[in-house]
Every structure is written in structure tokens, then in C-alpha cells.
């Protein structure tokens, strides 16, 4: 009895000598690699978390600058495709398309300078600009492409009077007189024009389908304040602003526009 219980114990012993040498090697074995191991695993949850997407404004499809700070600068082509095919390719919203040269030629008759003042304030549904963050020069070779494009012939001038032919053209709507000039309170302006932020940027540098309002006149500001206060249709945003508009006294039109215009 006393040889049985002790040859019982050693096998026990080695046993558990066994199962812990086992533990030991399998041990070993998972801290053999911990920087790869560790690796993997940080590699398994970057790849659980990674966004599946993110939101894209205008302003983001433009190029990116080069590393002296100035904007790469896009051929006409690339604006039209970019801003203005989606409506002139379609004809969407009742727009003219792009090689009808009957309507073209009637446009062009206008004056060139015409047609760009339209593309830049906005006509019919287009909004200024075509919705997009666009410099008066990348509008007008976007309309001269367009233009172009139809079977018209334009004399665009040089590239470097596009800016002194905009400020010399007329405007093709009657402006208010001078004596009637806009004097409102950029300070007050500044406080009103928080509700504006969300759309159009706090520089006011536009966002989206909401145009820039950066660059412009405090008279140009004033009268489509007005014709928004009005009930006019401007635009496609019109839906979006008129009822923002219609809180609006006089006083605060003169002077969101003084504001609007230090932008």
C-alpha cells in the first residue's frame, strides 16, 4: 500500500512538472514577437476606426495651393466641368446649353462684359458664380470658354486688363445714385451677420452651393437684401433666404452691407 501511494505521488509530481513546462514554452512562445504582435493588433483597431468618408465643400475641389501660398491656377476648361456643366451640359433649371449657337450669339450681342457681369451677380436660377468660390478672372474664362464652345468668336483682350475691363464696364442695371449711397454700421453689421456664418463662411468666403460675398459693394448687398425682403426670386437659394431677409429692417440691411463689404 505505502509503494502504491508513493509511486502515485511521483507520477503526480512529474505530472505537474509537465503541465508547467508546457505553460512555460507556450508563454515563451506569445512574447517571442511583442513589437509585431503589438503592431498587428494597433494596425486591427486603426483599421475598425478609419472613416468611411468626409464632408467635401467647394472650396475643396479647388487645386492644391503650391508651397509659396499662391493658388495653382485651373484652366478654363477645368472651371466649366467643375461649376458650370452640371446645368450648361443638361440644360438643368432652364439653362442654355453649351453649343447651342443661336442662343450664344444672342448672349454675345450683349457685350461680353455683359454676359460675365451676369455669370458673376447671377441670372434666372444661376446663382452668383455658379455657387462656387470663383475670382471675377475665373468666371470670365469659364464664359469665354463657354462661349467659345458654341461656335462663337470672342475678343477677350489680354488676360492682364480682365480685372481694370471689369471695373470699367458698366453695369447693365441701373444703379443708385450716388447721394443715395448705403452708410450703415459695420460694428452692428458684425453682430447680425453671425446668422450668415454657417452658409457663407465668416469671411464670408462662401460655402458649398452659397456664394462668396467677400468682394462685394455695400450697394450690391443692399439691393439683393431688398429684392430677397421683396418676395423676388433671385435665385435657388432664394427659398433659403427670403425668409432671413424678411426679419430684416432697413437699418440692418445698411448695415450687414457695411460689414459684408470690409470682408
Known sequence: MTRFVVVLSVLVLLAAVFFLAARLVSVAQRTALPDDLAAAAQARVEERIRPIGRVATADDVEEDAPENGEPARRSASDIYRAVCAACHDTGAAEAPLKGDEGIWADR??????TVVQHAIEGIGAMPARGGASLSDEEVRAAVVYLLEESG???????????????????????????????????????????????????????????PKLAGHTAEEIVDLLTRYRAGETVGPNTPLMAPQAVTLSDEDIANLAAYIETL
Not at 108 to 113: A, K, T, V, Y
Open 108 to 113: 454675345l450681342g450683349q457685350g461680353l462684359d
Open 152 to 210: 462663337q468668336t470672342v475678343d477677350n483682350g489680354a488676360p492682364e486688363a480682365v480685372a481694370e475691363a471689369d471695373a470699367e464696364a458698366e453695369p447693365d442695371v441701373p444703379a443708385e445714385p450716388e447721394a443715395e449711397a448705403v452708410a450703415g454700421d459695420p460694428t452692428a453689421g458684425q453682430a447680425k451677420f453671425a446668422t450668415c456664418i454657417a452658409c457663407h463662411g465668416a469671411q464670408g468666403q462662401g460655402m458649398g452651393i452659397f
